[in-house]
């Protein structure tokens, strides 16, 4: 397997733009994980779904973020409209099971708005 | 609502042993122990887990403490390419979440 791949890697848009990220998990894994790493605030849990139904999406900072799992294979992160301050490194990790598991990660997508 | 504490930083020698606490008085019986770490430029990755035993695998061992309000990652011989941010995450239900981890430095 080619492991967990995000697009795009790196992303700069203007501020008021929607910006759409994406994540392929694993295949054949349950969870999938969407993070956030800033200098500031380090690897923040954004939400995570367990086949495919988000669980928990209390650290989506805002309305203007959205996530969907339409299918097993396939995930998007939504920020719109983008604002500068949403510049980070995001990453989408997926897992087999839950917390007796270990979870693999993306290489991340640098998005950065101007 | 951080449940681990480790320490900023650590250095350590090329080719020595490394011992990365972490504190986790707070532990529930069904918590799982993770480490993962993030190399620069680079998503985090697992390097072990347990629940009350010590485990090894080919990248480190990890100790528990008898109380398991504690846990210690070890590196046998570190290398420069061990340089990199270590977490230590409990697991009590299926999400997963980040302190601010140790930033391990290795000098040649």
């Known amino acids: 397997d080619a492991g967990v791949i995000q697009s795009p890697r790196h992303e700069v848009t203007e501020m008021g733009q929607e910006v759409t990220l994406r994540c392929k998990p694993i295949?054949?894994?349950?969870?999938l994980f969407w993070y956030r790493q800033t200098m500031m605030r380090g690897l923040e849990l954004l939400i995570y779904f367990n086949n495919n139904v988000p669980i928990d999406d209390s650290g989506m900072p805002e309305d203007r973020f959205s996530a969907k799992m339409p299918n097993a294979s396939f995930s998007t992160l939504k920020i719109q409209p983008s604002e500068p301050r949403d510049s980070a490194v995001y990453f989408c990790a997926s897992s087999y099971g839950g917390l007796n598991t270990e979870a693999f990660f993306g290489q991340g997508t640098r998005l950065t708005v101007v | 609502d951080a449940k681990t504490t480790q320490p900023n930083s650590m250095e350590s020698n090329e080719e020595e042993p490394v011992h990365l606490p972490c504190n986790h008085s707070t532990i529930s019986g069904t918590d799982y122990i993770h480490w993962y770490r993030q190399l620069p430029s680079q998503g985090p990755e697992y390097v072990i887990h347990g629940l009350t035993s010590n485990v090894n695998n080919r990248m480190a061992s990890l100790a528990i403490a008898e109380d398991r309000k504690s846990s210690t990652l070890i590196l046998h011989r570190a290398t420069l390419r061990d340089a990199a941010v270590y977490y230590c995450i409990l697991r009590d239900n299926n999400d997963m979440r980040f302190g601010a981890g140790t930033r391990l430095t290795v000098k040649p």
């Open positions: 295949s054949g894994h349950d969870y």
